[in-house]
């Protein structure tokens, strides 16, 4: 078996072509604190007694659903999802993964209602959608504790849905006043912490504030005497 006994920090593999053999049979007896799989698959057979020990697994691939075909249950103690181009969020055969830790979507469509009730156990999510995202999307994950929103609307409701949230980061400087507002409110309450995505954004007052309460060495932007 290819990485049969490897012991290692970490492995990163790319593949074009599915991989010959079982997660169970390449990895028999490996040590390895992570694995990065990209592209290619590997078939996961539950029956078979797995005998090595692989503390985190990331997948990354592109995928028109979220369902145990595209992305197999892999025994690994901590699992991370990339899936990119998901349109399909209601998928036949969901897959239940109880070693799911965090999931990270792009979707070329509007990320709709209940997208991730098949998950409700995932603490850490981003998204990322071309069209926006229902301010239901993230109903029923609980246990959510970081969340994410690289692009699409971000209303202010998605909160009331998510008790055990502890950490949103956006692209502050696309919401409008009134919810940027809002934003620091909660911030300045203790009830989550805020931070801004970095990507070529703007200096504004709340770009500046939100740096300083995170410790970070602020921007200086115009007229915060005025800002309220």
Known sequence: SLFQNLHAESLKLYSLYPFRGTFQQLFKNANIKFIRLSGGDIRSDVSETFTGNIARLELAKQAGALSVQNFPVYPAHELTINAFYVTDFNSDHPSNYANLRELRVHSPERIPANAFRQFPNIHTLSVQSDRGIDPHAFDGLTHLEKLTIKDGE?????????????????????????????????LASG???????????????????????????????QGCEYSS
């Open 154 to 186: 971000t209303n202010l409701d998605l909160f009331n849905s998510l008790p055990n949230l502890k950490e949103f980061r956006a692209n502050i400087e696309k919401l409008d006043g009134n919810t940027q507002c809002k934003l620091i409110e909660k």
């Open 191 to 221: 009830q989550v912490a805020i931070q801004a995505l970095l990507d070529d954004r703007d200096c504004t007052c709340v770009s500046a504030y939100l740096d300083t309460a995170a410790g970070r060495l602020p921007c200086s932007p």
